[in-house]
């Protein structure tokens, strides 16, 4: 979902599947798509595990290529990782 706020803020979130984050060894990427685009920047995102147990979380957003725009960002993961992820983005 997402909400605009009057300051021109606007706050996205959502979660993905447990099979839509990619299970390897070395980690994995995983590009969310927002709702809906910012009109002017991305700011943040922060992402976490959709497991309850707290092991293979995800480990950010972006990673070396720091890997976002204004209509999706990338999720890096764990190695090992097979949950989903629950996250919030920002931007204006």
């Not at 994995?28 to 002017?40: D, K, M």
């Not at 960002?73 to 090992?80: A, D, K, R, S």
């Amino acid at each position: 979902g997402y909400q605009k706020l009057p300051s021109g803020l606007i706050l996205q979130w959502g979660k993905t599947s447990t099979t839509a984050i990619p299970i390897s060894s070395n980690g994995g990427t995983y590009t969310i798509t927002l709702p809906i685009t910012f009109p002017t920047a991305f700011l943040t995102a922060v992402v976490s595990s959709n497991s309850r147990s707290g092991y293979n979380v995800s480990t950010g957003v972006g990673g070396a290529e720091n890997t976002y725009n204004t209509s999706q960002f990338t999720v890096v993961t764990e190695p090992g990782s097979t949950n989903g992820v629950n996250w919030i983005a920002i931007g204006y």
